[in-house]
């Protein structure tokens, strides 16, 4: 791993800053209830308008300016990544920056059998894809859609074709939604050699109509997984890893299960999150971003740009999954299909 530059700035909290998560697009293909309620982002949802997104150019300048600052790994998402045009283009741009140490991908998976390949040969190593659901009237109802959900297993197997292995899948877990699916998603996940993590139901934006009895736990995760197949706990990789890792003991891989909610990993986070208009999020829960377009579309040169994200991250002092009240997180936040799960 690449030694942190001198001039890596720590917030408030003792935290580097070290992941970067960019947002391309805040449309996406899918409507999945947990996170673009069709009522709320229906066809006369005012989505942001081209000239307003970031270009390329702009968001590898930025994404330059902040390895300079210690970020080692960026992960493009949205919305939907896939939608965005051109997607390729820029995955070819940050894959020439030497300090990027790791380039992903979180995608509902819906395009990949037509992009992997695409994606593959410009770069990109790897993919993350959301499945929440193996049963497709389960996954069509989740995500509220017609596709089938064999869309998205055809890209998975797709991505693993072109070499973007090993693939993960995330999935969102809702009590009386999906979480009859812990078992058969393992399985597949055991089956197929993909990693597997389950992801507790977050209070994330305003609009998804979160409640505490919607969470899965984590321990009820785990144990119900051990019930049907022994695990065992895996010590992290590196410090500020989101997800618990347990091996099967017979063998057939591992799976992770994240607990936001029941266990909140504040005190390591060292993650920020770019707009696709270039906001700065220092946390997924904020109310507002900090606005970087302006300095890259203005006169601001890459000192410049340095010192605005430095002086942003070491006023950094968000914990809200520590600070989470029983009855959920209070007052305005922003959607995550703005800034990017
Ligand atoms: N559209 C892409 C996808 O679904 O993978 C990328 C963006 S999506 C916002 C990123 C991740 O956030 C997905 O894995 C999704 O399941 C997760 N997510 C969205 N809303 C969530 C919520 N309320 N709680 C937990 N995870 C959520
Ligand atoms: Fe779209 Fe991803 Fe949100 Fe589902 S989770 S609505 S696929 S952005
Ligand atoms: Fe990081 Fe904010 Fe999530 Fe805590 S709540 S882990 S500070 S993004």
């Not at 590898?60 to 919305?79: F, I, M, N, P, S």
């Not at 030497?98 to 992903?104: H, Q, R, V």
């Not at 029941?262 to 971003?289: D, H, K």
């Amino acid at each position: 791993m690449t030694d942190l530059p001198l001039a890596a700035p720590v917030d408030l909290l003792g935290r580097p800053l070290r992941d970067l998560r960019v947002s391309v697009t805040d449309r996406c293909n899918l409507r999945c209830r947990y996170c673009m309620p069709r009522e709320v982002f229906g066809a006369d949802f005012p989505f942001l308008e081209r000239d307003e997104l970031l270009t390329f150019e702009e968001i590898e300048r930025l994404v330059r300016a902040l390895t300079d600052l210690g970020v080692r790994k960026v992960r493009l998402t949205g919305g939907e990544p896939l939608l965005r045009r051109d997607l390729p283009d820029l995955v070819a741009r940050l894959t020439r920056i030497d300090a990027l140490e790791d380039l992903a991908l979180t995608s509902n998976g819906v395009l990949l059998s037509r992009m992997a390949g695409e994606l593959a040969a410009a770069g990109l190593r790897r993919v993350t894809v959301s499945l929440d659901a193996l049963d497709d009237a389960t996954f069509r109802a989740v995500s509220d859609t017609t596709i089938p959900v064999q869309a998205v297993l055809d890209g998975i197997s797709a991505a693993r074709t072109a070499g973007l292995d090993p693939v993960k899948v995330n999935a969102v877990l809702q009590r009386g939604v999906n979480d009859d699916q812990v078992e058969a998603l393992a399985g597949w996940a055991r089956e197929l050699g993909v990693t597997l993590r389950f992801i507790e139901f977050m209070d994330v934006g305003t609009t998804n109509r979160w409640q505490r009895d919607g969470v899965v736990p984590a321990a009820e995760v785990a144990e119900r997984i051990a019930a049907r197949w022994p695990i065992e706990p895996v010590d992290p990789e590196h410090p500020g890893e989101v997800a618990e890792r347990y091996r099967y003991v017979d063998g057939a891989g591992e799976v992770g299960i994240i607990a936001s909610v029941t266990r909140p990993f504040c005190g390591t986070c060292s993650r920020a999150r770019l707009s696709a208009v270039g906001e700065l999020y220092t946390c997924l829960f904020a109310a507002e971003g900090h606005d970087l377009r302006s300095l890259v579309r203005g006169e601001a040169d890459d000192d410049a740009l340095r010192a605005a994200v430095a002086g942003i991250w070491t006023r950094r002092s968000d914990r809200a999954s520590e600070l989470r009240a029983q009855d959920g997180l209070q007052g305005p936040r922003v959607e995550m299909s703005y800034i990017g799960g």
